[in-house]
């Protein structure tokens, strides 16, 4: 279903992929949110997340470090580029880079399953899945965060 992104999490193809999952059954659905989640939970991981914004720099010309939402949006970027690019990332952290920037924001991904799920049923859907994509919240992944 992530094809129908053509690689890319805009406004427009979120609709689309939205639309198409609300034509499927509800656990469907609710599949997909799981799936959706665990994706990002599994890139929500230090060597990620410390990489630096590949556009931007502080006013000292330092790299400017990635704010937790900025992480969590370049996380769906990569998610919306497809398995391939997911899958990728994992074996050379450098693959990840690209989507830090301020120009590959994959915002709009977030907020599929819940539309496709009001669009099924028409109900809004305080949805809860078993793993949050949250920055920071993969403790294996971040296993030098101070808790």
């Known amino acids: 279903m992530i094809a129908t992104l053509n690689g890319i999490a805009t406004q427009a193809s979120c609709q689309r992929l939205a639309e198409e999952l609300s034509r499927r059954s509800v656990p469907d659905i609710i599949g997909f949110a799981e799936r959706h989640a665990e994706a990002l939970y599994r890139l929500d991981q230090e060597k990620f997340g410390m990489l630096p914004v590949v556009d931007m720099t502080d006013r000292n010309g330092e790299p400017f470090p990635q704010p937790g939402d900025g ?43 819940d539309q496709a799920y009001e669009l099924a049923t028409g109900k809004e859907w305080d949805r809860s899945t078993r793993y949050c994509f949250e920055s920071y919240s993969n403790r294996d992944g971040w296993p030098n965060l101070g808790r």
């Open 71 to 113: 992480f969590l949006y370049a996380r769906c970027a990569v998610v919306a580029a497809g398995q391939a690019a997911w899958e990728g990332v994992f074996f050379d952290v450098d693959k990840f880079a690209p989507y830090t920037s301020t120009a590959c924001d994959g915002e709009w991904l977030l907020y599929v399953p």
